[in-house]
């Protein structure tokens, strides 16, 4: 059935209007938005919903996401990137999940991002010890079942862990090193096999799911699984997602390795382009940004998680000015304890002040609102499809009451948007022209339900990862001290904020 949205107040980001809201009517035929405008004509039959004090506007996207993380919420504080990973992404000890904690662990994370206007996801799924394709299928079947849109990958990393990692030979003891060794790797074969027949399975099912490349980043894997994976990306129209100097220790382990930076390395590879998308990308030079900027790479800013885990602060007025396209990302549900883009468009919109006393170089509410939206769904490649309320895209947007405290009294929806509201407005969420979220309610699943079950599952959950924990503690010690001597490498720039302690 159409469905037709009257006389609310639009922020349609593309077209015309862009981010100027108009008062105005939306209708929406099967899964596509059929015309936006003044004074449309609603088609007989369609369900008319009375847009008087609402605001319509595209659903959010989140670029950038591991749900994997999703059972460590709330579990870890103050640690940096190279410590905690110990824990969340363990070396050694780890054993499959069991397919419906995957499903429960998906789920969560698409319930949760729904509820709060997160229309669509990029979800960079990792399994520990390796992905399985009835894993990564709960995953899928989870968004599908939920409603979310998604595109998902089968992150890979296929070079030991301890070479991924700039002087660990010299700090990590011997006897664990190899313990290591005795985990080989997937090889290059496995893992093409392995993505081809996952993007056979998951690509375009419900019109919503998408699968995309994800090597995990340029020191783990090594040159032939990321060209090789290029070349899928460029064949299947999907993204090339991968990580880019995300901390310090990162940023020196080019330099280290290669004797280039790490976005050198790439760009060497021919594996800057259009549809390579780059997490993080904190850690850059100058001359970097310029071969970004010439390629017209993505980038994920993940605002929150990069300042949980003190890695620093992404030059995104430099990457906006090389004509880098930009996108938000929660990142991971455990270096971020949520997956609410409120939260980071808010975060977004503040952190990059108060490192430059130039207030010209701050970033704006609407380009906040644009990364979140339209940039975002550029950095997953369907810029053409979502990201704004246009004829011809697809219908996903959320209705907002703006008789609310966040929107009282009302100045400039832009601002309010990146700075008062948290989601608590939304009265509804659109996906696929299909409605997923009314009044605070998903619609398609039982939420309550699929709580309770997942709290069920934890004790036993927990147990076992407990013991993984354990395991990978030892490594603890030896990767304090190659962080310290990390940031003790004079790179010649910094991207904390401030040095004085
Ligand atoms: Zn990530």
Same mark, same amino acid.
């Given at each position: 059935m159409d469905m037709f949205i009257k006389g609310a107040t639009i922020l349609?980001?593309?077209?015309?209007?862009?981010?100027e809201p108009f008062t105005g009517d939306v209708h929406i035929q099967g899964d596509s938005i059929a015309a936006v405008g003044p004074n449309l004509e609603a088609p007989e039959g369609a369900k008319v919903i009375d847009g008087t004090g609402k605001l319509v506007m595209p659903g959010l996207m989140n670029s950038h996401l591991h749900t994997n993380e999703a059972l460590f919420?709330?579990?870890?504080?103050?640690?940096?990137l190279e410590v905690w990973m110990l824990y969340a992404?363990?070396?050694?000890a780890a054993k499959p999940l069991p397919p419906r904690l995957v499903y429960l662990r998906s789920m969560l994370v698409a319930m949760e991002s729904l509820k709060t206007g997160v229309t669509c996801i990029t979800d960079d799924l990792y399994e520990s010890p390796r992905q399985e394709m009835h894993l990564l299928g709960a995953a899928v079947d989870a968004y599908d079942d939920a409603g979310i849109r998604a595109t998902v990958s089968a992150h890979v990393v296929d070079k030991?862990?301890?070479?991924? #990692?700039?002087?660990s030979r010299e700090h990590v003891p011997q006897h664990l090193q190899e313990e290591v060794a005795k985990m080989p790797p997937v090889s290059i074969s496995d893992y093409l096999s392995f993505v081809k027949d996952a993007h056979s399975r998951f690509h375009g099912r419900s019109g919503r799911i998408r699968f995309m490349l994800a090597p995990s980043a340029p020191q783990r894997c090594t040159p032939e699984l990321m060209l090789a994976a290029n070349d899928l990306a460029k064949d299947w129209g999907v993204p090339f997602h991968t990580h880019i100097v995300e901390t310090k220790v990162q940023g020196v382990t080019g330099p280290v390795?290669?004797?280039?930076?790490l976005m050198a390395y790439m760009n060497d590879l021919g594996l800057?382009?259009?549809w390579t998308t780059i997490a993080?990308? #904190?850690?850059?030079t100058d001359a970097d940004i310029e071969l970004m900027g010439r390629a017209g790479v993505s980038v994920a800013h993940n605002a929150i998680s990069n300042q949980k885990l003190g890695a620093g602060t992404a030059p995104i007025r430099k990457l906006l000015q090389a004509g880098v396209h930009v996108g938000l990302g929660s990142d991971g549900i455990s270096t971020n304890?949520?997956?609410r883009m409120f939260d980071v468009m808010h975060t977004a919109g503040l952190m990059h002040n108060v490192n430059n006393p130039?207030?010209?170089?701050w970033l704006t509410a609407s380009e906040v609102l644009h990364a979140c939206t339209l940039g975002g769904a550029r950095t997953a490649l369907i810029q053409d499809q979502i990201g704004s309320i246009e004829?011809?895209?697809?219908?996903?947007l959320l209705i907002l009451d703006m008789e609310t405290v966040s929107f009282?009294?009302?100045?400039?929806i832009r601002n309010h948007l990146v700075y008062?509201?948290?989601?608590?407005?939304?009265?509804k969420v659109i996906v696929n022209g299909e409605i997923v979220v009314e009044d605070g309610r998903l619609?398609?699943?039982?939420e309550k339900a699929l709580l309770a079950e997942l709290r069920a599952a934890m004790p036993e959950f927990l147990e076992y990862h407990s013991g993984v924990e354990a395991a990978n503690a030892q490594f603890e010690p030896a990767f304090t001290e190659i962080i310290k001597r990390c940031y003790g490498h004079d790179l010649g720039f910094t991207r904390w904020a401030s040095d004085l302690g």
């Open positions: 349609a980001i593309g077209g015309a209007h862009g981010f919420k709330g579990r870890y504080d103050s640690m940096p992404y363990p070396i050694l030991n862990f301890l070479d991924t #990692i700039p002087f390795m290669y004797g280039k930076t800057l382009n259009p993080h990308s #904190i850690w850059v304890d949520t997956p130039d207030w010209s170089r004829p011809g895209k697809r219908a996903d009282t009294p009302l100045n400039d008062c509201e948290n989601g608590s407005s939304i009265e619609t398609k699943v039982d």
